[in-house]
């Protein structure tokens, strides 16, 4: 079945301990992006990637690292999280460049940090 | 910049009732425009798109029309049921088709 698989789906945690959500989809996809959803706010693009190594920011990329050493995997990386980081964040991904109006999301990863 | 704007929610309806959720944009150049919608629980999902001016998109009895000349992609449905409860989000890609650009969202109830 054709998915994109967020772990873990739920998650509290504390101000500034480490913490990684990662993201593998199953479909040879090119194109992988992260989003968080804030009430009222939708979704915003925190950082994308085009293909394996390359990667760049979005609208909202203070606080967050990425990586993209495999097609198939994109990891988010808060190197240190901050309350105004609690979110629920989307990873997405499409088959080029060319149709990422297109995206196949996650189920999505809820964060709450204390 | 590029921006999108939905009518704000929530939406009641009664079921059989007509849907429709507005949606107006604001982009340079020629955008294509989407809908996408979020189940309770889950990710969002591609419901239809239009790419060109005039198109209109259709999928699961839902329809959106591009109107260029009004900056327009309202979503509608004839007749809306109980599972259609969702949140709707319309968005825009334009430019270097880097990104989504999404609405806020629309939440949708349909009450039996």
């Known amino acids: 079945e054709a998915q994109v698989t967020q772990n873990p789906r739920y998650l509290i945690t504390v101000t500034g301990k480490k913490l990684t959500v990662t993201c593998s989809q199953n479909?040879?996809?090119?194109?992988m992006s992260w989003y968080r959803q804030d009430p009222g706010l939708g979704l915003r693009q925190i950082y994308y990637?085009?293909?394996?190594?390359?990667?760049d920011k979005g609208d909202v990329p203070e606080g967050y690292k990425v990586s993209r050493k495999e097609k198939r995997n994109f990891p988010l990386i808060l190197e240190s999280p901050s309350p105004n980081q609690t979110s629920l964040y989307f990873c997405?991904?499409?088959?080029?460049?060319?149709?990422?109006?297109?995206?196949?999301f996650g189920e999505g990863s809820r964060l709450t940090v204390l | 910049g590029d921006s999108v704007t939905q009518m704000e929610g929530p939406v009641t309806l009664s079921e059989e009732a007509f849907l429709t959720i507005n949606c107006t944009y604001t982009?340079?150049?020629?955008?294509?425009l989407f809908w996408y919608v979020q189940y309770p629980g889950e990710g969002l999902q591609l419901l239809l798109k239009?790419?060109?001016?005039?198109d209109k998109g259709s999928n699961k009895g839902f329809e959106a029309t591009y109107r260029k000349e009004t900056t327009s992609f309202h979503l509608e449905k004839g007749s809306v049921q109980v599972s259609d409860s969702a949140v709707y989000f319309c968005?825009?890609?334009?430019?270097?088709?880097?990104?989504?650009?999404f609405g806020a969202g629309t939440r949708l109830a349909v009450h039996p």
């Open positions: 479909m040879n996809h090119e194109y």
């Open positions: 997405a991904s499409a088959s080029s460049v060319r149709n990422t109006g297109e995206l196949f």
């Open positions: 968005a825009l890609a334009s430019g270097g088709y880097n990104k989504l650009i």
């Open positions: 990637s085009m293909n394996v190594e390359v990667t």
């Open positions: 982009a340079t150049g020629y955008p294509s």
């Open positions: 239009a790419t060109k001016a005039d």
